[in-house]
């Protein structure tokens, strides 16, 4: 009889604990589409994924950051669901002739920012390209003015038009580079 009760007793237990170790079913994360994701409020305190790239034709300096879920991959890896990367694209300031000017470092001098771009990857978020050969894999883009929040006119098209060759680099054109520079 008492041994009866020790196995009733073990068993609710076993229940109880078990019912304890099941996570509770994931909320349905959201799927962001083309020209959807938002500029995360906190992207310039994430690692930078690469800075002052210098950009002599467009007349540019761009700097890269990289959430810490994508700061996570390794070189060879593709970037996991859950990565954000953002750009910041500044004009470089320009001479009276319209030559850009050059620091002491040889660099473009930074002048304004004109606009951020956004690229991002989750579970399922590439199934709404179309056409369905434009896909970057699970990569959608954004584009946004200097403010972060209002829309840029850039069509997203041409954003997974270019990046789309890279398709061993995980769509990323300086992914060599990233994880070569990177000290951590
Ligand atoms: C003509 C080619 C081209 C087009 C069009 C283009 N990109 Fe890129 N993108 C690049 C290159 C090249 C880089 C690497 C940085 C650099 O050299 O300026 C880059 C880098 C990026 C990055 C940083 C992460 C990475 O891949 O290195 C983001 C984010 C990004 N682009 C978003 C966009 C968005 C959003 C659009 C469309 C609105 C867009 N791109 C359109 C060529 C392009």
Same mark, same amino acid.
């Given at each position: ?40 409020? &906190?992207?310039? =305190? ?5 800075? @002052?790239?210098?950009?002599?034709? $467009?007349?540019? !300096?761009? +700097? %890269? *950051?990289? &959430?810490?879920? =994508? ?5 060879? @890896?593709?970037?996991?669901?859950? $990565?954000?990367? !953002?750009? +910041? %694209? *500044? ?94």
């Amino acid at each position: 009889m008492k041994y009866v009760k020790w196995v009733a007793t073990a068993t609710i237990l076993t229940t109880v604990l078990m019912g304890c170790a099941q996570t509770p079913p994931a909320p349905q994360a959201q799927k962001y589409k083309d020209g959807e994701l938002p500029v995360p409020a &906190n992207y310039k =305190g994430w690692p930078k994924f690469l800075s @002052e790239i210098q950009r002599a034709d $467009t007349k540019q !300096v761009r +700097e %890269i *950051y990289i &959430n810490p879920i =994508g700061h996570s991959t390794k070189m060879g @890896e593709a970037f996991p669901n859950g $990565t954000i990367s !953002v750009m +910041e %694209i *500044y004009k470089a300031r320009e001479a009276a002739d319209g030559t850009p000017l050059k620091g002491a470092d040889g660099k473009f001098v930074k002048g304004d920012l004109l606009k951020v771009a956004v690229m991002g990857k989750g579970a399922g978020w590439g199934e709404s390209v179309m056409p369905p050969d434009l896909r970057n894999g699970d990569w959608i883009y954004a584009m946004y003015m200097a403010d972060g929040k209002t829309k840029a006119p850039d069509d997203t098209v041409t954003c997974r038009a270019c990046h789309l060759p890279l398709t061993d680099k995980d769509y990323i054109f300086r992914y060599d580079e990233y994880f070569q520079k990177r000290i951590n």
